[in-house]
């Protein structure tokens, strides 16, 4: 086969998924309840025993106190990822906070809040 050809047929095909995902609406941000992230947490984390749930108003982030420590959870197009809060930064942000994770295999996450909720967060984020 040609390689013109083959190129033609990888661009379309991908092209093809990428409008399929989002016509089925897998490229929309999933929102949480508390009951969804303790749900979400627990899959991420099966071992862990959650005490308290924060959601951002947004819904798409929730911050989990566990056991085991603090925990954050965000959507992540129709899924989600789940960090615990050991070793990060995080850094005022104009929509929020960005949380920078300590681990070259965990992207840094925007959390979008508004300014009673970071300060909030923060509150919940300085050591004890």
């Not at 609406?25 to 099966?46: I, M, N, Q």
């Not at 050991?86 to 929509?95: G, K, L």
């Not at 009673?116 to 984020?125: A, I, K, Q, S």
């Amino acid at each position: 086969m040609p390689l013109e050809i083959l190129l033609v047929l990888v661009v379309v095909g991908i092209a093809g998924i990428t409008a399929l995902l989002h016509l089925t609406g897998k490229s929309r941000l999933r929102v949480l309840s508390a009951d969804t992230a303790r749900a979400e947490w627990v899959r991420h984390f099966p071992d862990d025993t959650i005490i308290d749930v924060t959601l951002a108003h947004g819904g798409h982030a929730a911050l989990l106190r566990t056991e085991t420590g603090p925990g954050l959870l965000w959507s992540f197009g129709a899924d989600t990822v789940a960090r615990h809060l050991r070793d990060f930064d995080w850094i005022d942000h104009p929509e929020g906070i960005e949380v920078q994770f300590h681990d070259f295999a965990t992207p840094g996450v925007t959390v979008r809040l508004d300014e009673t909720e970071r300060r909030h967060w923060r509150h919940l984020l300085e050591p004890a």
